[in-house]
């Protein structure tokens, strides 16, 4: 595997869309200037169980643009993780695993982290997060949630330096 050289760029931006999203969601307003542009960001997603994110992760393949763009993604499960510092994906042969984190955290259980380990799903690349990731990433939420939100990713990883 090559090394994965974008990998705290890619989490340092995608931490600051989370603090943008919570912000905007603090103020009761999801209006927001972003470089110099008014955006409406979408709604995110907050998940109660692991079994909502599994229903969410089922519905989010299922959607026919996704399935275009991704035709070979099969199913994944998603699973309870013991520690709560980090998601992440597994994959081994057939067996797709999506692991967040349940109890005593909630930041695991939001749409923009379950949609990134989600991306590892789809666009299984090497390095994990490089330039192929980044693009599945914007294209996947501008998909999902929105394309104000693939704007608004696309924008923050190049501020951050990511290809």
Known sequence: M???AQRAKV???EHFV???FD???ARGNRVVEFFGTEVTLPPEGRFASVESVQRYVDDVLALPAVRDAWPSAGPVAVRP???VAAAHYESSGEAAVIAVPE???TWALRELVVLHEL????AFT???HGPEFVAAMCDLAAIVMGAELGYVLRRVYAQEGVR
């Open 2 to 4: 090559a090394r994965d």
């Open 11 to 13: 989490y340092a931006a």
């Open 18 to 20: 989370q603090t943008v």
């Open 23 to 25: 912000r905007a969601a």
């Open 81 to 83: 993780r013991r520690g």
């Open 103 to 105: 109890r005593g955290t």
């Open 119 to 122: 991306v590892h799903h789809l």
């Open 126 to 128: 090497d390095p994990p």
